[in-house]
T-cell receptor
């Protein structure tokens, strides 16, 4: 079946680095997305991976290993505004290319 | 990305009334839009895929007669919650898939519905 796992909550310190992991099981993998969602707001797109490796975009990087069904989102130089939920989503060819969503990881940044 | 708007952003209504939510793609012609629902502290739940000029595709467990979707143009999709009840209170979010950016979904700001 389809399944996406990510930690429920993480805490990190301002200025530090944090890695949010996501593992998935799907039969028709067609890309993995990371979104940021602040409380009470809609998700905003952060990154997309379809091939193995690291995609870097400013302070945020995303990594994918298709053979392991594993991805991580790396946030550097953490700022207070990075406090949000981070959603991992996998696109599945066998589900008509719909996104399968993880439950999200709530990231708390402390001063 | 794509600019997506939703209206209204907040709705409070009495039980039994119908509520219409509009989703507009402001800078992109969207043949496909998605409607999601999100309860507090839960993940996004896809309700239906809205296709321009044809019937929406509903997810299992979503009542098509209760959640009416109309995608009459390439820039507008509407979701009508008919005879709303308190359990329908939720955060409703639409998104469009941007084909030129690997079909990345871009979300509207969401509509918070409270049914009394």
């Amino acid at each position: 079946g389809q399944n996406i796992d990510q930690p429920t909550e993480m805490t990190a310190t301002e200025g530090a680095i944090v890695q949010i992991n996501c593992t998935y099981q799907t039969s028709g993998f067609n890309g993995l997305f990371w979104y940021q969602q602040h409380a009470g707001e809609a998700p905003t797109f952060l990154s997309y991976n379809v091939l193995d490796g690291l995609e870097e975009k400013g302070r945020f990087s995303s990594f994918l290993s298709r053979s392991k069904g594993y991805s991580y989102l790396l946030l550097k130089e953490l700022q207070m505004k990075d406090s949000a939920s981070y959603l991992c989503a996998v696109r599945d060819k066998k589900s008509n290319y719909q996104l399968i969503w993880g439950a999200g990881t709530k990231l708390i940044i402390k001063p | 990305g794509a600019v997506v708007s939703q209206h209204p952003s907040w709705v409070i209504c009495k039980s039994g009334t119908s509520v219409k939510i509009e989703c507009r793609s402001l800078d992109f012609q969207a043949t496909t839009m998605f409607w999601y629902r999100q309860f507090p502290k839960q993940s996004l739940m896809l309700m239906a895929t809205s296709n321009e000029g044809s019937k929406a595709t509903y997810e299992q467990g979503v009542e098509k007669d209760k959640f009416l979707i109309n995608h009459a143009s390439l820039t507008l999709s509407t979701l009508t919650v008919t005879s709303a009840h308190p359990e329908d209170s939720s955060f409703y979010i639409c998104s469009v898939g941007l084909w030129r950016v690997r079909e990345t979904q871009y979300f509207g700001p969401g509509t918070r519905l409270l049914v009394l």
